[in-house]
């Protein structure tokens, strides 16, 4: 039986902030790899130069595995985009509340264009 746990978490509204470690699906690993190719690199050569192994690698880009934060923090780096950025470019719309999915759906291209243009980031 699989269960589902819930974070709860204070904002500065004090409204809690729920977050289920059941509905995570950014798609973070395939923008990894998206922005490591389109800056030419194997994934040898990209695992080697943040730390990691290529099979560990290859996990996070397929999805399978979630890196830690500082794994997270050395990625970003190597790829010279800050990891907020990141983040945003691997959000799809069931990342998104219901309620607030036409906003992104409107805002959306507007950002990946300005963060495609200032870091020369497609997606």
């Known amino acids: 039986m699989t269960t589902s746990k819930n974070y709860l978490i204070q904002s500065k509204s004090d409204t809690p902030l729920n977050f ?9 690993g395939s923008v990894i790899k998206d ?13 080697s130069s943040c730390g990691i192994t290529q099979t560990y690698l290859s ?12 794994t997270l923090k050395e990625i970003s ?8 950025i990141l983040f945003f470019m691997s959000l799809n719309d069931d990342d998104i509340a219901p309620e607030k999915r036409k906003a992104f759906e409107i805002i959306n291209p507007s950002v990946k264009s300005l963060i495609n243009e200032f870091f020369r980031v497609s997606k």
């Open 77 to 84: 780096s190597k790829l010279d985009i800050p990891l907020p």
């Open 35 to 47: 922005i490591r190719k389109q800056k030419g690199q194997t994934q040898t050569e990209f695992a």
């Open 59 to 70: 996990q996070i880009e397929n999805n399978t595995k979630e890196p830690n934060l500082s």
């Open 20 to 28: 289920s470690n059941k509905t995570n699906t950014m798609n973070l």
